[in-house]
């Protein structure tokens, strides 16, 4: 196992749960929540936050300046200046790019397929899934949403948040087909059946490569 795989989901897909899975399978580890760990930790930042601005859409500065202030580096006078979501989201960047270094892994969210487009042995996978399973996989994790208006107005915040957080920082589209390797609907083969086509259709991957 080579590859590191990166999985854009919709909320209530179950991207994590899956991308949790398919890490278990290849014996890798899966980073979620964890980066934002390790985020804290490498960039002096508090976790609570990195928690705070994580997935959040920002229009305050124009994506260039981001992307030249992660080119000079933290010390630069223009990342002393820069917006707290910016920041975030450069710490954030870095420990993708460290963590796919290190080795094969999972990495959910994040931009982790644009933060690692310069590396080739990588996979970015996107998961969506039927309204009505999302509403009801949102139900059943989340005590406090007990109707599926609820649950749906969650649903599309969310969405909403990573869709302007990814077309911002990225060079590409939240959801769409050419953004990715591979776009599934989980609701079509559930949970464990998207894992397993997901798990061959790396080893296939991997496979080709050798060939």
């Known amino acids: ?54 997935e959040r859409p920002t229009n305050s500065f124009l994506y260039n300046l981001v992307m030249d202030t992660y080119s000079f580096g933290y010390n630069s006078s223009s ?18 790019k ?10 959910v969210g994040r931009c982790a397929d644009y933060a690692l487009s310069d590396f080739p042995n990588v996979l970015n ?14 139900k059943e994790r989340f005590e406090d949403i007990t109707t599926d208006d609820k649950a749906k107005d969650m649903m599309n915040k969310k969405d909403k948040q990573r869709q302007s957080y990814y ?22 083969l559930g949970i464990d059946g998207t894992v397993k086509f997901i798990t061959q259709y790396i080893e296939d991957y991997e496979l080709s490569k050798k060939l």
């Not at 899934?129 to 949102?138: F, L, P, Q």
């Not at 077309?167 to 079509?188: E, H, P, T, V």
Request: charge should be negative; include cysteine; glycine fraction near 8%.
């Open 79 to 96: 990342f002393v200046d820069m917006p707290i979501s910016h920041k975030v989201f450069l710490a954030q960047f870095d420990t993708i």
């Open 125 to 138: 996978l996107f998961i969506t899934a039927d309204e009505e399973c999302k509403i009801k996989r949102i």
């Open 1 to 54: 196992m080579n590859t590191i795989i990166t999985i854009g989901r919709q909320f209530g897909s179950g991207g994590r749960e899956i991308g949790e899975m398919v890490a278990n399978h290849f014996g890798i580890k899966c980073y979620d929540k964890e980066l934002l760990s390790r985020a804290a930790k490498e960039s002096g930042f508090c976790e609570e936050m990195i928690q705070n601005h994580d």
């Open 167 to 188: 077309n911002y920082y990225s060079s590409k589209k939240w959801g769409r087909a050419d953004s990715y390797d591979l776009c599934i609907n989980s609701s079509i």
């Open 98 to 107: 460290k963590i796919a270094q290190e080795g094969p892994c999972v990495i």
